[in-house]
């Protein structure tokens, strides 16, 4: 069982920067892949960033402007954002799937949710 909780949500303006934590709970975290997926009002969650082992993934609409990062000492999962846009509003929830297993794209196949934090960027 792994028990997620995000922090470093928040209000900023177009332009501006925020840094998402992912705190895991688990001795193996390491063996986990994990990422980030976010829900807009309306709308489907929808996937953002992934990193298993030494590999990062992006949704295209992200690339060039978020990074995505972990640190197994710390049993801790990272998304910088930086250029943010007012589309990138949403609700930011990190996940993760069963040990060996990769993170699906398909937020339903995955097995572990964090609650989520708001990100709020404004024009």
């Known amino acids: 069982q792994v028990q997620l909780v995000e922090s470093g949500g928040g209000s900023v303006q177009a332009g501006g920067s925020l840094r998402l934590s992912c705190a895991a709970s688990?001795?193996?975290?390491?063996?986990?892949?994990m990422g980030w997926f976010r829900q807009a009002p309306g709308k489907e969650r929808e996937f953002v960033a992934a990193i298993t082992g030494g590999n990062t993934y992006y949704t295209d609409s992200v690339k060039g402007r978020f990074t995505i990062s972990r640190d197994n000492s710390e049993n801790t999962l990272y998304l910088e954002m930086n250029s943010l846009k007012p589309e990138d509003t949403a609700v930011y929830y990190c996940a993760a799937n069963y040990a060996g297993a990769a993170l699906s794209t398909t937020a339903s196949l995955n097995a572990y949710w964090g609650r989520g934090t708001q990100v709020t960027v404004s024009s």
């Open positions: 688990g001795r193996t975290f390491s063996s986990y892949a």
